[in-house]
């Protein structure tokens, strides 16, 4: 899990880079810390964050100015900002998940984090591969092959390999938003651009089989989707 703090304040970005280190006892955040908005606004661009905590009052640009820039992009982090009045909290509806006033208590930190953390997870599938922890955006998938207990994700840039059964990758998927048209395949239906009897051509060029077994429940559940 990315996340990104930004406070002009060196002795505020000290108490919460403080703060991070206390919540993530698991130590699995990735934390980067900026005393610039223009800054962290750059490094999303490369790597996209989670969840970025944003100070308000900095100068120009400050956190709300970059947050406005920060929601237009395609995989816009989560928002918190932090803040010394809530003069902004009418002008940033819809851009902001939570406000904390400062100084910041740890405990409205970690109800703020854990409520962000849990959005991400709603719209993204983690899974282990090779020893290290992966977060993929659910839209970011195409499909997934699944044999012998191993699985293949096939993704928009990338493919991972690791170990897991399809009953197991269906448990972790949002419902209504894929569907298995053979034993040993899930997809997106998002990135279905023609179904066919006996297969499937997605969005990236692959062709992915159906089953007469299971092609008319696998057509009913894309129809739905598509109707939805």
Request: proline share 3%.
């Amino acid at each position: 899990m990315r996340i990104a703090i930004c406070d002009d304040d060196k002795n505020d970005l000290q108490a919460i880079q403080a703060a991070l280190t206390q919540y993530d006892i698991s130590q699995t955040l990735d934390v980067s810390s900026f005393t610039r908005a223009k800054d962290l606004f750059a490094a999303n661009s490369g790597t996209p964050f989670d969840i970025a905590i944003l100070d308000i009052e900095m100068k120009t640009p400050n956190g709300y100015e970059i947050a406005q820039k920060l929601v237009e992009q395609e995989n816009a982090p989560i928002i918190i900002f932090l803040t010394n009045s809530t003069a902004y909290a009418v002008r940033g509806y819809g851009i902001a998940f939570r406000y904390l006033t400062k100084p910041i208590d740890f405990n409205n930190l970690s109800k703020a984090l854990d409520a962000a953390i849990c959005e991400v997870k709603a719209n993204s599938f983690i899974f282990t591969a090779d020893g290290n922890s992966h977060i993929v955006l659910m839209k970011d998938i195409y499909y997934f092959e699944v044999f012998n207990h191993h699985t293949i994700l096939h993704t928009v840039d990338q493919e991972f390999t690791f170990r897991a059964t399809l009953k197991e990758i269906v448990s972790d998927l949002p419902n209504g938003y894929f569907g298995s048209p053979h034993q040993s395949y899930i997809v997106n239906f998002m990135h279905v651009q023609t179904a066919m009897a006996g297969e499937l051509h997605l969005t990236n060029g692959a062709v992915v089989p159906v089953s007469r077994r299971r092609q008319q429940e696998f057509e009913d559940q894309l129809h739905s989707y598509l109707g939805r």
